[in-house]
């Protein structure tokens, strides 16, 4: 079904430096509010009616090189060889965390190679968390950039870690008034 916005919440740093054109990468992410379909579903009920289940975030996923967990990064790459009508995804086996020191002293951003193209932004990065079973994953960031397939880069994408201000912009949208 279709469910529409109703509310946004978004890091104050990328309202600070978000524009068309990007803005600070290591506070990429939002929280969206949907309302409920035409058949008076929430979301989290009409995935558990098809069978599957909501996915918990997973904040302050590890950060050292040897703990950080692989992951499937999923979009909707629209650039070539993409339409940007399926979804699709890719298995990062090795992820890094990096410090992006240019937007602050404690601003990381997880970077993988993954052949995902344009439109791909948004997309989840799924990594199974300790104590989940088997086939059950966590989102662990979302992509924010990429590199295009850059001639001179190779293919990558990248997201930001969803550190404590993440949890807590979070919060704040959960623990809002239903409208």
């Known amino acids: 079904g279709t469910f529409s916005a109703v509310h946004v919440w978004t890091s104050p740093e990328w309202v600070k430096s978000g524009d068309e054109h990007g803005g600070d990468l290591a506070h990429d992410y939002a929280v969206i509010e949907v309302g409920r379909n035409d058949d008076g579903q929430t979301l ?7 069978g ?3 996915v918990p975030v997973w904040f302050n996923a590890p950060t050292d090189q040897g703990k950080t967990p692989a992951a499937t990064i999923r979009g909707y790459p629209a650039a070539e060889p993409f ?40 997309g989840g990065w799924l990594a199974r968390a300790p104590g989940q079973a088997a086939g059950d994953l966590s989102l662990i960031t979302n992509t924010s950039v990429g590199s295009a397939h850059n001639a001179h880069g190779g293919n990558w994408l990248a997201g930001p870690y ?4 993440a949890k807590q912009l979070f919060t704040t949208a959960d623990e809002s008034p239903a409208p």
Do not use: I
């Not at 989290?44 to 098809?50: F, K, L, Y």
């Not at 990062?92 to 932004?121: F, H, I």
């Open 52 to 54: 599957a289940k909501p």
């Open 162 to 165: 969803l550190d404590a201000k």
């Open 83 to 122: 339409n940007g009508m399926a979804q699709w995804d890719c298995t990062a086996g090795s992820v890094q965390l990096l410090n992006v020191t240019e937007l602050g002293p404690d601003a990381k951003e997880y970077r993988a190679g993954c052949d995902l193209t344009g439109g791909a932004s948004g």
């Open 44 to 50: 989290d009920d009409a995935v558990e009616s098809a």
